[in-house]
Nanobody
Framework: EVNLVESGGGLVQPGGSLTLSCAAS??????????MTWVRQAPGKGLEWVSV???????YYTNSVEGRFTISRDNSKSTLYLHLNSLKHEDTAMYYC?????????????????????RGQGTQVTVSS
């Protein structure tokens, strides 16, 4: 059984930083073999793409987080990370890690809900002064 457990969320002031972690277990292969993603959902809104890391190590970011967020992984710990810098009020959301059903090459028009195979329970990020 695949299990994804996010952690690291919290309350942070605008301009601050956080690092989110996602511990993965139950996959047949190392997490580097999968296309992994961070998505988020703000109150009253739908699921939104944030970043994708494919099996070749290519990282993709939406325009809203490009230059501020960094996605990475540690195969030895079977953990996916999202480093959040220069946080803004509009980054407030529940953040989820997930793996995708198929290869990704910047296809932000895809529906995240339709592309996700397994998803964790999420970790809350609140940006407020």
């Amino acid at each position: 059984e695949v299990n994804l457990v996010e952690s690291g969320g919290g309350l942070v002031q605008p301009g601050g930083s956080l690092t989110l972690s996602c511990a993965a277990s139950g996959f047949a292969l190392e997490i580097s073999a999968y296309v992994m993603t961070w998505v988020r959902q703000a109150p009253g809104k739908g699921l939104e793409w944030v970043s994708v890391l494919d099996s070749y190590g290519n990282a993709y970011y939406t325009n809203s987080v490009e230059g501020r967020f960094t996605i990475s992984r540690d195969n030895s710990k079977s953990t996916l990370y999202l480093h959040l810098n220069s946080l803004k009020h509009e980054d407030t959301a529940m953040y989820y890690c997930a793996n995708l059903r198929r290869p990704f090459s910047g296809s932000w028009w895809w529906s995240p809900s339709a592309e996700i195979q397994f998803r964790g329970q999420g970790t809350q990020v609140t940006v407020s002064s």
